[in-house]
Nanobody, 127 residues
Framework: QVQLVESGGGLVQAGGSLRLSCAAS????????MGWFRQAPGKEREFVAA????????YYRDSVKGRFTISRDNVKNMVYLQMNSLKPEDTAVYFC????????????????????WGQGTQVTVSS
């Protein structure tokens, strides 16, 4: 069984920064792509960013390009989301997710490609 635990959320003013972390356990973390998704109140869950097992390929939704950076540490079994220049529309619960297939050379934002999900961490950006 795979466990994913997010942390690092909080309340920040517009223009500020937060770094989300996701701790993974339960399988060979370094073999699987990882993603971040978010869900705002009353809205559907949406893709934010993803990274391949090696870290060699990353993919972002357009609205966060240039502001968010996804990274991973395969020694520590961690994946991160550095969020800069935050906007009120970034307010959501952020979820970490692990890809279902090992050693993929690309990743996408399709949620059905991710087999395991964390409980989420709240990010609130005030204007």
């Amino acid at each position: 069984q795979v466990q994913l635990v997010e942390s690092g959320g909080g309340l920040v003013q517009a223009g500020g920064s937060l770094r989300l972390s996701c701790a993974a356990s339960g399988r060979t973390f370094s073999n699987y792509g990882m993603g971040w998704f978010r869900q705002a109140p009353g809205k559907e869950r949406e893709f934010v960013a993803a990274i391949t097992w090696s870290g060699g390929y990353t993919y972002y939704r357009d609205s966060v390009k240039g502001r968010f950076t996804i990274s991973r540490d395969n020694v520590k079994n961690m994946v991160y989301l550095q969020m800069n220049s935050l906007k009120p529309e970034d307010t959501a619960v952020y979820f970490c997710a692990a890809h279902r297939i090992a050693l993929r050379t690309i990743v996408t934002g399709l949620s059905n490609e991710y087999a395991y999900w964390g409980q989420g961490t709240q990010v609130t950006v005030s204007s």
